[in-house]
C-alpha cells in the first residue's frame, strides 16, 4: 500500500508562488512515475505535470509549461511542485499521484488512468 500526503497549498494572490510537497511511502518510491493533476470548480480533474522515476524527464501542461516545476528528492520520498506567477484560473485542488508499475526509470505519464494511488488533494486559491 502506497501513502501519498500532499502539503503547502494555500491562499495566494495572483503573480504569486507557491510550492507543493508530496510525501510518499515505501521503499521503492523511488522507482514510481509521479504526477500532479488538479480539479478546479465545476471542472474535471486534468493533467498537470509527471516527472519520471529518475527525475530527469518531465512534462508539463500547456497551461503551466514555464510557470511551474516539478522535482523529486529521493532521500526524501518527496515530490514537489514548485507553481510561480500563479493564476486565478490556478485555483483548484491539487493532487499527487504514483504510477508504481516500473518500466524503465525515464518513463512518465500524462493519463490520470494510468496512476495507482492518489494523495486526499490540497486546495489551491489564487485571488485576483
Known amino acids: 500500500q502506497v501513502q501519498l500526503v500532499e502539503s503547502g497549498g494555500g491562499l495566494v494572490q495572483a503573480g504569486g508562488s507557491l510550492r507543493l510537497s508530496c510525501a510518499g511511502s515505501?521503499?521503492?518510491?523511488?522507482?514510481?512515475?509521479m504526477g500532479w493533476f488538479r480539479q478546479g470548480p465545476g471542472k474535471e480533474r486534468e493533467f498537470v505535470a509527471t516527472i519520471s522515476s529518475s527525475g530527469g524527464s518531465t512534462f508539463y501542461a500547456d497551461s503551466v509549461k514555464g510557470r511551474f516545476t516539478i522535482s523529486r528528492d529521493g532521500a526524501k520520498n518527496t515530490v514537489y511542485l514548485q507553481m510561480n506567477s500563479l493564476k486565478p484560473e490556478d485555483t483548484a485542488v491539487y493532487y499527487c499521484?504514483?504510477?508504481?508499475?516500473?518500466?524503465?526509470?525515464?518513463?512518465?505519464?500524462?493519463?490520470?488512468?494510468?496512476?495507482?494511488?492518489w494523495g486526499q488533494g490540497t486546495q489551491v486559491t489564487v485571488s485576483s
Open positions: 499521484a504514483a504510477h508504481t508499475r516500473y518500466y524503465g526509470a525515464s518513463y512518465y505519464y500524462t493519463n490520470q488512468y494510468e496512476y495507482d494511488y
Open positions: 515505501g521503499r521503492t518510491f523511488r522507482t514510481y512515475a
